[in-house]
């Protein structure tokens, strides 16, 4: 897990990051630092965003990670908010699309004109980059626009590239889509297909505040001018804390967790428990297995541990599992959500089998 790291993580009031120092560390300081960028972020973000601690966890896990995610809550909660108040506390390049009925594919991914140079007169066609060509995108109330528009996110978020007139065009990394949707007011929506929603590592649900969160908010909200987090992390930041979660090394018996939970969800599959086949249609795939263990590895770092536990698989789970499972008629009449059927899996499966 060696490498030369950035130089640790400070607040200042400049906006660009150090240059990386030409030392070594050994792995444990390289998950300190890392437990202290994230501590960072949490201190900045905290100065916009009242609580939702465990979702801004999840989302610093899908940046963490290479990864996206999909933030699910009513109006109000302040999913766009804590999307922008990340981005700015990252030096990073950010871009919201704010998706419509009327939105076209080329509006993500950019189109090819007619360009006329002013000396020699010749005309040539040049690519004109739409705002997907952003370390952040906020793709808000993804589900507001036509399945031909949503395809266009496909292999941007798969392949981290567009394809215009037949020539691939790379997208700057990192590269995160970080989108919002809305449980309510499902008239004129199109639902994510299945496909496009197994790109997303996360669906992570927004909750209402508690009694002194919404009062604080109150007070913040009616209050004199608001405060604005300073940028903290750059793209050697990033770059750094994404190596060190891949270097983080699983044990054996923690993969094997992970496959028994994938595996439980698949009617078909001899480690299929009956309530699965009883209540879903469909199971989670291999990329639920690869999430669980990526995740698993943040989830551990974030917290200053040098190794990763099963409790790390369990802990996210959820938000990894409920839009890859899908609950048939017999569930939905008995009103058995997919989060109910990943808590009962986690239940039943030992992590010591």
Not at 321 to 330: A, E, G, S, V, W
Request: charged share 20%; proline share 8%.
């Amino acid at each position: 897990m060696s490498q030369e790291p950035p130089p640790a993580p400070a607040e200042t009031e400049s906006v660009e990051p150090e240059k990386p120092a030409q030392f070594k560390e050994d792995d444990v300081q390289a998950i300190a630092y890392f437990k202290d960028a994230h501590a960072l972020l949490r201190r900045q973000i905290a100065k916009v965003i009242v609580g939702q601690e465990s979702v801004i966890d999840e989302l610093l896990i899908a940046i963490f990670t290479r990864s996206h995610a999909l933030l699910v809550g009513v109006p109000g909660l302040a999913k766009t908010l804590l999307i922008s108040t990340l981005a700015q506390a990252l030096h990073l390049d950010f871009k919201r699309i704010q998706f419509t009925p009327d939105l076209m594919p080329s509006d993500i991914t950019g189109t090819e004109v007619i360009y006329q140079d002013p000396n020699s007169g010749a005309r040539e066609f040049k690519f004109l980059k739409g705002p997907i060509f952003a370390n952040v995108i906020l793709a808000d109330e993804i589900n507001r626009t036509p399945p031909k528009t949503q395809a266009a996110m496909l292999e941007a978020m798969q392949e981290r590239k567009v394809t215009v007139g037949g020539a691939d065009h790379k997208l700057p990394d990192p590269f995160f889509v970080l989108a919002t949707q809305n449980p309510v007011e499902q008239e004129g929506t199109y639902p994510l297909p299945e496909a496009q929603l197994d790109r997303f590592m996360f669906m992570i649900y927004v909750d209402y505040p508690s009694a002194e969160e919404e009062l604080e908010i109150m007070r913040r909200g009616t209050g004199g001018k608001p405060s604005q987090p300073r940028q903290v992390l750059g793209i050697e930041h990033i770059q750094y804390l994404q190596g060190t979660v891949r270097r983080m090394p699983v044990a054996d018996h923690v993969l094997q967790y992970a496959q028994r939970i994938v595996a439980a969800t698949r009617a078909k599959s001899p480690q299929a428990l009956d309530f699965c086949k009883k209540w879903l249609s469909w199971g989670a795939g291999p990329r639920a297995s690869l999430n669980l263990i990526l995740a698993a590895k943040a989830h551990a770092i974030l917290r200053g541990q040098v190794y990763v536990g099963c409790e790390d698989v369990a802990a996210v789970a959820p938000s990894i599992m409920r839009h890859r499972l899908i609950p048939n008629f017999t569930a939905q009449s008995e009103g058995i959500t997919a989060d109910e059927i990943t808590k009962r899996i986690l239940a039943a499966i030992s992590p010591t089998e």
